[in-house]
Protein backbone atom coordinates (compact mmCIF):
# COMPACT_ATOMS: atom_id res chain seq x y z
CA UNK A 1 0.00 0.00 0.00
CA UNK A 2 2.72 2.34 0.88
CA UNK A 3 4.17 1.58 -2.62
CA UNK A 4 0.84 2.15 -4.27
CA UNK A 5 0.30 4.99 -2.21
CA UNK A 6 4.06 7.04 -3.48
CA UNK A 7 3.38 5.99 -7.28
CA UNK A 8 0.12 7.91 -6.72
CA UNK A 9 1.65 11.13 -5.09
CA UNK A 10 4.01 11.18 -7.89
CA UNK A 11 1.83 11.31 -10.74
CA UNK A 12 -1.17 13.70 -8.97
CA UNK A 13 -2.11 17.01 -10.30
CA UNK A 14 0.42 19.44 -8.81
CA UNK A 15 -2.28 21.29 -7.66
CA UNK A 16 -4.15 18.37 -6.06
CA UNK A 17 -0.80 17.51 -4.54
CA UNK A 18 -0.82 21.31 -2.61
CA UNK A 19 -4.54 21.05 -1.44
CA UNK A 20 -3.63 17.02 -0.72
CA UNK A 21 -0.75 18.84 1.85
CA UNK A 22 -3.10 21.78 3.12
CA UNK A 23 -5.67 18.96 4.35
CA UNK A 24 -2.35 17.08 5.78
CA UNK A 25 -1.58 20.34 7.45
CA UNK A 26 -4.98 21.12 8.65
CA UNK A 27 -5.45 17.34 10.23
CA UNK A 28 -2.09 18.06 12.02
CA UNK A 29 -3.35 20.81 13.90
CA UNK A 30 -2.43 23.75 11.83
CA UNK A 31 -4.60 26.83 11.54
CA UNK A 32 -4.96 29.29 8.86
CA UNK A 33 -3.87 26.88 6.02
CA UNK A 34 -3.81 28.09 2.65
CA UNK A 35 -2.55 26.97 -1.05
CA UNK A 36 -0.86 30.07 -2.73
CA UNK A 37 -1.85 31.42 -5.85
CA UNK A 38 -0.52 28.70 -8.87
CA UNK A 39 1.33 31.22 -10.60
CA UNK A 40 3.69 33.90 -9.10
CA UNK A 41 3.88 32.00 -5.48
CA UNK A 42 7.26 33.23 -4.71
CA UNK A 43 8.38 29.49 -4.02
CA UNK A 44 5.92 28.84 -1.78
CA UNK A 45 2.85 26.44 -2.30
CA UNK A 46 0.95 26.88 1.77
CA UNK A 47 1.28 28.73 4.54
CA UNK A 48 -0.01 27.98 7.91
CA UNK A 49 0.10 28.42 11.58
CA UNK A 50 1.04 26.27 13.99
CA UNK A 51 1.29 26.82 18.04
CA UNK A 52 4.02 26.07 19.29
CA UNK A 53 4.51 25.71 22.92
CA UNK A 54 2.40 29.10 23.82
CA UNK A 55 3.27 30.99 20.89
CA UNK A 56 1.59 30.75 17.09
CA UNK A 57 4.35 30.15 14.36
CA UNK A 58 3.75 31.43 10.53
CA UNK A 59 5.22 28.10 8.44
CA UNK A 60 5.80 28.36 4.47
CA UNK A 61 5.88 25.10 2.75
CA UNK A 62 7.23 24.25 -1.03
CA UNK A 63 5.87 21.11 -1.94
CA UNK A 64 7.69 18.62 -4.95
CA UNK A 65 6.41 15.59 -6.58
CA UNK A 66 9.44 14.61 -7.76
CA UNK A 67 11.28 11.37 -7.01
CA UNK A 68 14.49 12.49 -7.59
CA UNK A 69 16.74 14.74 -4.96
CA UNK A 70 15.89 17.93 -3.81
CA UNK A 71 18.84 20.43 -4.51
CA UNK A 72 19.54 23.17 -2.12
CA UNK A 73 18.89 25.87 -4.28
CA UNK A 74 15.24 24.88 -3.79
CA UNK A 75 15.64 25.33 0.25
CA UNK A 76 17.37 28.56 -0.78
CA UNK A 77 14.94 29.97 -2.49
CA UNK A 78 12.60 28.90 0.63
CA UNK A 79 14.22 30.60 3.05
CA UNK A 80 14.52 33.57 0.87
CA UNK A 81 10.82 33.76 0.68
CA UNK A 82 10.27 33.57 4.49
CA UNK A 83 10.11 37.59 5.00
CA UNK A 84 7.30 37.99 2.19
CA UNK A 85 5.16 35.75 4.31
CA UNK A 86 6.13 37.04 7.90
CA UNK A 87 7.20 33.55 8.35
CA UNK A 88 9.60 32.43 10.80
CA UNK A 89 10.23 28.57 9.63
CA UNK A 90 9.50 26.65 6.62
CA UNK A 91 8.97 22.94 5.36
CA UNK A 92 10.15 21.03 2.14
CA UNK A 93 8.01 18.11 1.32
CA UNK A 94 8.90 16.01 -1.18
CA UNK A 95 7.54 12.31 -2.85
CA UNK A 96 11.69 11.94 -3.28
CA UNK A 97 14.53 12.75 -1.12
CA UNK A 98 17.36 15.04 -0.42
CA UNK A 99 20.51 15.76 -1.38
CA UNK A 100 23.61 15.92 1.15
CA UNK A 101 23.53 19.69 0.57
CA UNK A 102 20.23 20.32 1.35
CA UNK A 103 19.95 18.13 4.23
CA UNK A 104 23.00 20.16 5.51
CA UNK A 105 21.60 23.37 5.25
CA UNK A 106 18.45 22.31 6.72
CA UNK A 107 19.67 23.61 10.30
CA UNK A 108 22.30 26.30 9.61
CA UNK A 109 23.64 28.37 12.93
CA UNK A 110 22.16 31.99 12.11
CA UNK A 111 19.60 30.76 9.31
CA UNK A 112 15.79 29.43 10.00
CA UNK A 113 15.18 26.62 10.20
CA UNK A 114 13.67 24.52 7.43
CA UNK A 115 12.37 20.93 8.05
CA UNK A 116 12.83 18.18 5.21
CA UNK A 117 9.99 15.77 4.72
CA UNK A 118 11.09 13.30 2.39
CA UNK A 119 8.49 10.69 0.78
CA UNK A 120 8.67 8.21 3.63
CA UNK A 121 7.78 10.45 6.09
CA UNK A 122 5.05 11.77 4.19
CA UNK A 123 3.61 8.08 3.83
CA UNK A 124 4.18 7.85 7.36
CA UNK A 125 2.14 11.44 7.81
CA UNK A 126 -0.85 10.81 5.72
CA UNK A 127 -1.27 7.26 6.86
CA UNK A 128 -0.85 8.19 10.53
CA UNK A 129 -3.59 11.27 9.73
CA UNK A 130 -5.62 8.30 7.55
CA UNK A 131 -5.24 10.45 4.28
CA UNK A 132 -5.63 7.79 1.16
CA UNK A 133 -5.53 5.09 3.23
CA UNK A 134 -8.21 2.93 4.55
CA UNK A 135 -7.55 0.95 7.50
CA UNK A 136 -9.45 -2.33 7.91
CA UNK A 137 -9.68 -4.72 11.02
CA UNK A 138 -9.47 -8.34 10.55
CA UNK A 139 -11.55 -10.67 12.75
CA UNK A 140 -9.84 -13.95 14.60
CA UNK A 141 -12.00 -16.56 15.53
CA UNK A 142 -10.77 -19.00 18.10
CA UNK A 143 -12.21 -22.51 18.96
CA UNK A 144 -13.45 -22.07 22.49
CA UNK A 145 -14.35 -26.13 23.81
CA UNK A 146 -14.92 -24.59 27.24
CA UNK A 147 -18.13 -22.76 26.38
CA UNK A 148 -19.46 -26.06 24.00
CA UNK A 149 -19.67 -28.30 27.28
CA UNK A 150 -21.22 -26.34 29.55
CA UNK A 151 -24.92 -25.43 29.64
CA UNK A 152 -27.06 -22.88 31.62
CA UNK A 153 -26.46 -26.01 34.60
CA UNK A 154 -22.87 -25.96 34.84
CA UNK A 155 -20.26 -28.31 33.15
CA UNK A 156 -21.30 -31.38 31.79
CA UNK A 157 -19.55 -34.25 33.99
CA UNK A 158 -19.79 -37.60 33.85
CA UNK A 159 -21.17 -39.71 36.70
Same mark, same amino acid.
Given at each position: VREQLLE?? #?? =?????? *??? =? /????? *?? $?? %? +???? &???? +??? $????? $????? $? =? &? #?? /??? =? %??? /?? /? &? +???????DALRGSLHRFSAMQGTIITVGNFSKGTKDAAFEMGAAPIALIDGEKLLDLLIENGLGVRKKSIEILELDEGTLAEDEEGPVTEE
Open positions: FL #AE =IDPFLF *ERL =I /RRLLE *EM $GY %Q +NVEV &TSPT +NDK $GVDVV $GDIEV $G =I &T #AV /REV =I %QVK /RQ /R &T +NIQRQVL
